[in-house]
């Protein structure tokens, strides 16, 4: 029988994680909801791992097996718009998975149009792909499904996503052209002595075997490129090493500073989504602190819940976590104060994507012209070294006997 391993909350607000055996995940929600919980997450043991599960799982999967951000939040506001319009839950995934342009998503659709047309609640089959939903996503469905507010949550998923999708292209806009410089500065010293070399006619090559060259070297250079970034990836599955990665980039002069607050908009934003959902308070910021995107302050922020649970105050407990400010741990005051814990953590999402915005241009600009100096210089050196071994060859040519 197959064993399913949940993270439910009894109704005294206490987070309990354990196992269950059933012979379906709905029958497995079930018994835990005859037991009194509120089921938070439900998925089923692995199964025994093979060698090819095995790298599917540690390698391809942290390279290429994600579902982009933009796919996820047009999906989700599609959903919401059929179901508006009546067209039944199990229609309306078939008919949007049949339309995915990305095939991991397209398959994963009409997979949890098939759970459900078995007899499953969407919730527990978003369930099964933790890898592919984050958390948070993941929780709004079900509390939203419980709720029989279902259209109103995924659009909530959607507004959440957009907003994340926005932070990442924003970082991406501010650091292209620092990327172009670079890019060049990687293409320019080896094609122009070569190029130098064709158009004197010197050298004794022909210019095809030049050419073969200067492409050789290239495929190299992409080679180790890509060799770098996906050494990144794998050794990022490690939780120590992205505890230890996301400390050194908040601790950076500049642009840790910046890197913190679009970190903590995250935090905010998905907080004040989780909030409104009517997910508990403790158990939203757990699922927001995974939001932020930097495992060292989610380290930092988690222990909050706790100290939620055990009757102290949200502002307090904030305070005692050492990464927001005072402007902002006022504002979280008042919003406890006031019963508006939900529209303040908005405000502080605002005031830090626009404070992350203002800095992340001028960080932009000036990483741009540092890298920019730092090309030319580099150029320069490249190119006099090339013209002095080049005269000195010729030179001692001419005083050969």
């Known amino acids: 029988m197959p064993t399913f391993r949940y993270v439910a909350q009894t109704q005294d607000g206490r987070e309990v994680r354990g196992t269950v055996q059933a012979n379906s995940r709905l029958e497995a929600s079930d018994t835990l909801r005859k037991q009194g919980y509120w089921l938070l997450e439900l998925y089923a043991e692995p199964e025994p791992t093979t060698p090819l599960t095995a790298a599917h799982q540690k390698a391809w999967q942290p390279l290429f097996g994600g579902i982009p951000l933009k796919a ?30 990305h095939p991991r998503l397209r398959r994963t659709v009409l997979e949890i149009k098939n759970a459900v047309l078995a007899g499953e609640r969407i919730s527990d089959a978003f369930d099964r792909y933790p890898a592919l939903f984050s958390p948070i996503v993941r929780a709004l469905i079900r509390v ?17 996503l957009e907003n994340e999708l926005e932070l990442r292209r924003l970082i991406s806009r501010v650091t292209f052209y620092p990327k172009l410089v670079l890019f060049f500065a990687i293409l320019i010293p080896g094609m122009v002595p070569a190029l130098i070399t064709i158009l004197g006619g010197q050298g004794g090559q022909p210019v095809g075997q030049v050419i073969g060259d200067i492409l050789m070297r290239y495929l190299k250079i992409l080679g180790f490129v890509f060799g770098v970034w996906a ?15 996301g400390a050194l980039l908040v601790s950076l002069p500049w642009i ?10 995250r935090f905010a934003r998905a907080l004040s989504a989780l909030y409104g959902a009517g997910i508990p308070l403790s158990q939203a910021i757990r699922y927001a602190a995974d939001a932020c995107g930097n495992d060292y302050l989610t380290e930092r922020l988690k222990p909050t819940a706790s100290k939620l ?14 990464v927001l400010p005072q402007m902002v741990l006022d504002m979280v005051a008042t919003g406890e104060n ?27 600009y000036v990483l741009g012209v540092v890298v920019f100096l730092g090309v030319a210089i580099y150029v320069a050196i490249i190119v006099i070294q090339f013209y002095a071994g080049y005269f000195s060859a010729l030179l001692g040519g001419a005083n050969a006997p």
Do not use: C
Not at 72 to 87: D, E, H, I, K
């Open 256 to 265: 840790g500073f910046t890197y913190r607050q679009l970190a903590l908009a």
């Open 231 to 245: 050494v990144y990836r794998l050794a990022m599955q490690s939780h120590s090493l992205r505890v230890a990665w």
């Open 338 to 364: 006031t019963g508006e814990i939900g529209f303040m953590m908005d405000k502080v999402a605002e005031y830090y994507e626009e404070e992350g915005k203002l800095r992340s241009h001028q960080a932009g």
């Open 309 to 322: 649970e055990a009757g102290r105050g949200i502002a307090e407990s904030l305070r005692e976590s050492g």
């Open 72 to 101: 996820q939040a047009v999906f989700f506001r599609q959903l919401a718009t059929m179901l508006s319009a009546g067209v039944p839950l199990y229609q309306a995934l078939d008919t949007l998975g049949n339309q995915r342009v």
């Open 144 to 160: 939203g499904e419980t709720a029989g507010a279902l259209e109103r949550t995924l659009r909530q998923i959607s507004d959440y």
